[in-house]
Structure formats: structure tokens, C-alpha cells
Nanobody
Framework: VQLQTCGGGLVQAGGSLRLSCAAS?????????MGWFRQAPGKEREFVAY????????YYADSVKDRFTISRDNAKNTVYLQMNSLNPEDTAVYYC?????????????????????WGQGTQVTVSS
């Protein structure tokens, strides 16, 4: 199983980036939830957003709500994170992750411990 992440880069504050995460090695639709996390230097890896298999349910961290949009294309085995209105506090390595377990509380998927597979990460740097 591989999660290939790309799309990071350097952008000025107020700008936008779109991250992609392509999955291989397993039928994409069997990943019940796809999530994005990020880790800034010296900080814990934190939840950003997740999307359920059918795309009907999404959940965002408060810090990115109304600025970031997560989506998935099951036909392309890919999940996306559209990031708008970026600010320097968004600077981090961004990771996509896949969860195969089913939990009955929405908050369960904001925990990195409930994800089975991880991508390699992509650096996002926002300059002021």
C-alpha cells in the first residue's frame, strides 16, 4: 500500500495550494476514511481534515474550517486538499493518511492513532 503525496511548495500569505494524495496497492474505496494531518517543526502531528468513503461526510479542524476543502475521487484513487487563504501558521509538512476501521464517533478520525497507512508528507511553506 502506498500513498503518494504531492502539491506542496512555497506560497505567500493569502495564496492557495492544492495537495493530492494518490493511493495504490489496495482498492481505494476500501479506505473508509482519508485524512490530512500536518506537523510543524517542534510540534505534534495535528489533524487537518478527513472525508468518508462516499464523500458525503467531511470534518475539519477549527483552524482550517472555511479555508480548506477536502475531496476525493474514487475513480482516480486520489484525495485532495484545497488550501485557500493560507497564512504562516499553516506552514508544516502535510501528510495524507488512510483508515480502514469504522468508528461510530466523528471525532475518532481526528486521531492519528486510528489511521493505518501514511503518505511520505509534502512541505507547505507560507511566507508573510
Amino acid at each position: 500500500v502506498q500513498l503518494q503525496t504531492c502539491g506542496g511548495g512555497l506560497v505567500q500569505a493569502g495564496g492557495s495550494l492544492r495537495l493530492s494524495c494518490a493511493a495504490s496497492g489496495r482498492t481505494f474505496s476500501t479506505y473508509y476514511v482519508m485524512g490530512w494531518f500536518r506537523q510543524a517543526p517542534g510540534k505534534e502531528r495535528e489533524f487537518v481534515a478527513y472525508i468518508v468513503r462516499n464523500g458525503g461526510s467531511v470534518y475539519y479542524a477549527d483552524s482550517v474550517k472555511d479555508r480548506f476543502t477536502i475531496s476525493r475521487d474514487n475513480a482516480k484513487n486520489t484525495v485532495y486538499l484545497q488550501m485557500n487563504s493560507l497564512n504562516p501558521e499553516d506552514t508544516a509538512v502535510y501528510y495524507c493518511a488512510a483508515a480502514t476501521g469504522i468508528y461510530y464517533t466523528s471525532s475518532a478520525y481526528s486521531s492519528k492513532n486510528n489511521y493505518n497507512y501514511w503518505g511520505q508528507g509534502t512541505q507547505v511553506t507560507v511566507s508573510s
